[in-house]
């Protein structure tokens, strides 16, 4: 019989807790913000709960949080670089016909 282990749920709490704080962010913020955004990705508009994990998408130079997003998101800003005119090029590549 497996038994729960409290030690191990305890240091994920932590660690997640931290991880908020970082950001300035709260559990209760962080609830809110998720609301805020009807429960979806920021960028794609998947559903958070069925995607599992979930990032907080941050501005370094304003030291601002924009929002939540679905890790594929965040992946994709973290392979443009977070460059907002390779992000407007590879879209106009994209539509292309």
Do not use: H
């Amino acid at each position: 019989m497996k038994t729960y282990n409290w030690r191990e749920a305890a240091r994920r709490a932590n660690r997640w807790t931290l991880q908020l704080a970082l950001y300035g962010l709260t559990p209760e913020s962080f609830a809110a913000l998720i609301e805020g955004q009807g429960g979806r990705c920021a960028s794609c508009a998947a559903v958070l709960r069925a995607i599992g994990r979930v990032c907080i998408d941050y501005d370094r130079e304003r030291r601002l949080v924009r929002g939540v997003l679905c890790l594929p998101c965040l992946d994709g800003l973290r392979g443009l670089d977070w460059n907002m005119a390779r992000a407007r090029a590879l879209a106009d590549y994209l539509e292309q016909e």
